[in-house]
């Protein structure tokens, strides 16, 4: 498969065919970290891990759209990634926390889209609580993730 960016994720990803070589399955050493448990997906540039369930679900037929979204939100890590230059990336994303939140909110954003094209909901409130929590080092209050990922899902 061609290597795409987010904005025709849609009519690629989503059936369900061969994952890209950079879309691996995540394995040992990455789950032992609680940041990185086997529950979470993770953009490492050039590679995208997925927990292996997901990563069965997509190669199937017909992968949930959740997981497509998911997919969808790390290809965004990566495409940014590239754009700015993986080690500055990484070095502002450890340790600017606007710049922690701007680039969810921008991943998160590209799955919303995927998700809003599908006809399904998107439960802001539970992202919100994954944005605020110790998973992405508190890079952000509850009430304030919740309030930008509403207006996010609306303009999308
Ligand atoms: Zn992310």
Redesign the pocket.
């Known amino acids: 498969m061609k290597n795409t960016n987010s904005s025709d994720f849609s009519y690629t990803w989503a059936t369900g065919m061969i994952l890209a070589k950079h879309i691996k399955i995540k394995k040992f050493p990455w789950t032992v970290l609680p940041l990185f448990s086997t529950y979470t997906a993770h ?1 490492i540039y050039p590679y995208i891990y997925l927990p292996e369930e997901i990563y069965r679900d997509l190669t199937s037929k017909k992968p949930t759209p959740r997981n497509v979204a998911t997919l969808i ?2 290809q965004t ?1 990566i495409d940014r990634q590239k754009k700015v230059g993986w080690l500055i990336w990484g070095l502002k994303y450890c340790f600017i926390p606007s710049f922690r939140l701007n ?2 909110l921008v ?2 954003g590209s799955s919303m889209k995927y998700m809003k094209q599908k006809g399904e909901k998107w439960d802001t409130a539970r992202s919100a609580q994954f944005l605020s929590s110790y998973l992405y080092l508190w890079c952000v209050s509850y009430e304030v993730a919740k309030q930008k990922l509403d207006s996010v899902w609306k303009e999308k």
């Open positions: 953009a939100h790390e890590h680039e969810e991943a998160i």
